[in-house]
């Protein structure tokens, strides 16, 4: 499966943003697809995760401000972020893995990655 990561930009604190992972050569309801993030001078780290059963799960720093969703018809994963803190600024990176739901926020299971696409939140 291929992976296309879209919707990037530079919002001000507070803003929403919504990324897309768009899929081809693969469904994504035959995997679970992570959202990662890496910012300057830190190691990757998970943001949430959609499994291919509809379980959703999130990193603790975006819970309730971030929300992870499938559309099946788009064989689209998207991530809506609202009230963005500058500390969200990173690439972000989408991913897709069928390691056991226990392990999706370990990115070493992802088999499938799609390019970055860089989120800034300044004022």
């Known amino acids: 499966v291929q992976l296309q990561a879209s919707g990037g930009g530079l919002v001000h604190p507070g803003n929403s943003l919504t990324l897309a992972c768009a899929a081809s050569g693969g469904s994504v309801r035959s995997y679970t697809i992570g959202w990662f993030r890496q910012a300057p001078g830190k190691e990757r780290e998970f943001v949430a995760a959609?499994?291919?059963?509809?379980?959703?799960k999130y990193t603790d720093p975006v819970k309730g401000r971030f929300t992870i969703s499938r559309d099946n018809a788009k064989n689209t994963v998207s991530l809506q972020m609202n009230s963005l803190e500058p500390e969200d600024t990173a690439v972000y990176y989408c991913a897709a893995t069928r390691v056991v739901w226990g392990r999706v926020s370990e990115d070493v299971h992802y088999l499938y990655w799609g390019q970055g696409t860089q989120v800034t939140v300044s004022s």
């Open positions: 959609f499994g291919w059963s509809g379980n959703t």
